[in-house]
T-cell receptor, first 115, second 114 residues
Framework: GAVVSQHPSRVICKSGTSVKIECRSL??????MFWYRQFPKQSLMLMAT?????????EQGVEKDKFLINHASLTLSTLTVTSAHPEDSSFYIC???????????FGPGTRLTVL | GNSVTQMEGPVTLSEEAFLTINCTYT??????LFWYVQYPGEGLQLLLK?????DKGSNKGFEATYRKETTSFHLEKGSVQVSDSAVYFC?????????????FGTGTQLKVEL
C-alpha cells in the first residue's frame, strides 16, 4: 500500500515551453504533498509544500511564479515548470503524506531536460 | 539551518562484506533522524528511523544509532547482499515520523558484487 506515482518519468522540452508533472497517490488520500528537486551529486531540496485546496508554501529562493503547484484533489498534485530554461533541468520528486500518519511516501521522480 | 552530510559514493562491496555509510548532521533542537533507500526506478522508501538520542533504528539487517554527542547517524549492515544495491539517503526532520519537512544528505550509491 501507500504507492505514489509520477508522470511522466522523463521529459525533454525546448527552452521557453512549459512542462507539467503529475504526482498521484494511488491508494490513499494525501492532504499534504511535497515537491523536491535534486541536482546531480546533490541532496534533495524541498521546493514547496502543498495542502489540498489551498495555496502551496514555497521554500526560500524558489520562484512561485516559475514553479506552479496545484493540489486540487486529495490524490493529485501537479508541478508546472513555466518558461523552462536549461538551468531548470533536474530530477523532480514528489511525496505524499498519509494523514494522520506522520510519514511521507515518495514517487519515483521525473527527469526534466530542457534543451 | 539544518543540514546533513553523508559520505560520497559509490561504495562498492563484495557480497557478505560489512557496510558503513557515514552520516553527520547539524540541527537546532532535537530532530528525528532517518535513512531512506531508493532502488532503481522506484521512489525513496523509509528504511529506519530514530527519534531521540541513543535510539537505535533497525530494519532488514541495517541499523543506525542516534549519537547526539557526535551528531551522527551512521548506517551499518553486517553482511550485505547484491539486493542491497541502491542509493541510501540520510535525512532529518523536526517531526517524529518525518511527515514534515525533510532535510536530506546527497545520497550514497551502494553497489554490491558477487
Amino acid at each position: 500500500g501507500a504507492v505514489v506515482s509520477q508522470h511522466p518519468s522523463r521529459v525533454i522540452c525546448k527552452s521557453g515551453t512549459s512542462v507539467k508533472i503529475e504526482c498521484r497517490s494511488l491508494d490513499f488520500q494525501a492532504t499534504t504533498m511535497f515537491w523536491y528537486r535534486q541536482f546531480p551529486k546533490q541532496s534533495l531540496m524541498l521546493m514547496a509544500t502543498s495542502n489540498e485546496g489551498s495555496k502551496a508554501t514555497y521554500e526560500q529562493g524558489v520562484e512561485k511564479d516559475k514553479f506552479l503547484i496545484n493540489h486540487a484533489s486529495l490524490t493529485l498534485s501537479t508541478l508546472t515548470v513555466t518558461s523552462a530554461h536549461p538551468e531548470d533541468s533536474s530530477f523532480y520528486i514528489c511525496s505524499a503524506r498519509l494523514y494522520p500518519a506522520d510519514t511521507q511516501y515518495f514517487g519515483p521522480g521525473t527527469r526534466l531536460t530542457v534543451l | 539551518g539544518n543540514s546533513v552530510t553523508q559520505m560520497e559514493g559509490p561504495v562498492t562491496l563484495s557480497e557478505e562484506a560489512f557496510l558503513t555509510i557515514n552520516c553527520t548532521y547539524t540541527a537546532t533542537g532535537y530532530p528525528s533522524l532517518f535513512w531512506y533507500v531508493q532502488y532503481p526506478g522506484e521512489g525513496l522508501q523509509l528504511l529506519l528511523k530514530a527519534t531521540k538520542a541513543d535510539d537505535k533504528g533497525s530494519n532488514k539487517g541495517f541499523e543506525a544509532t542516534y549519537r547526539k554527542e557526535t551528531t551522527s547517524f551512521h548506517l551499518e549492515k553486517g553482511s550485505v547482499q547484491v539486493s542491497d544495491s541502491a542509493v541510501y539517503f540520510c535525512a532529518l526532520s523536526d517531526s517524529r515520523g518525518g511527515g514534515n519537512k525533510l532535510t536530506f544528505g546527497t545520497g550514497t550509491q551502494l553497489k554490491v558484487e558477487l
